[in-house]
């Protein structure tokens, strides 16, 4: 994609339309569409390229689309954990188990 100009136009199919809906409805009135558009991407380059999950990883109803962000609240976190089948569970369990192993492994590589 060039941005050799000011405008740009993006299509909108049905697969998408309903997520610039919402994201639409949650932008503050003060900042045009483009503008918060901007500033999420920004967000998420921050927060994900190069060392966390792809944004494609989360494009379909895989048990990682359904988690919060590792750093989400708590409260988030409560209300998801209750809602996952036993089969995505037992996933985010046995990754709960992996974590957990590498915390414990650098604990005891600093004390």
Known sequence: ???????????????????FEKFDRIRPNDISFSHFLALAVHEYLDRHVGINAKLTEFSDESVDAKLPLFLASLERWKECIPSLSSDDFRKVQQRHVQIGNIVNKEVNRRL
Request: hydrophobic share 35%; net charge positive.
């Open 1 to 19: 994609m060039k941005f050799n100009s000011k405008t740009v136009t993006i299509s909108v199919g049905d697969s998408v339309k309903d997520i």
